[in-house]
């Protein structure tokens, strides 16, 4: 499983939603692979690189927004509170 993030989640900012999809991923005892995409700001000068470099997130989920949890079967969860509540709900079974 990848979860896509914007560059705050690596400076970790937990208060950040991007943090958050982690950090309730490495709570609940998930192994991913973290992707970290640009493209975070909103200035209209930005819309153009923004949309280059967020292309496979808007490919996957139909938005440029992260956090994005591509799953390995290719169900997306998207969003923050949605990542944390999946991460809850399916915690790793125990080797």
């Not at 979860?3 to 005892?29: F, V």
């Not at 956090?67 to 125990?94: K, M, T």
């Amino acid at each position: 499983m990848v979860l896509y993030t914007c560059p705050s989640r690596t400076a970790g900012a937990p208060l950040h939603p991007c943090g958050k999809a982690a950090k309730a991923l490495d709570d609940a005892g998930h192994t991913y692979e973290i992707r970290t995409v640009k493209g975070g700001t909103l200035r209209f000068w930005t819309w153009p690189s923004r949309a280059r470099d967020r292309a496979e997130i808007e490919q996957l989920s139909g938005q440029r927004a992260v956090p994005i949890l591509a799953l390995d079967g290719g169900e997306v969860v998207v969003g923050s509170g949605n990542i944390v509540r999946w991460a809850r709900e399916h915690q790793p079974q125990a080797a």
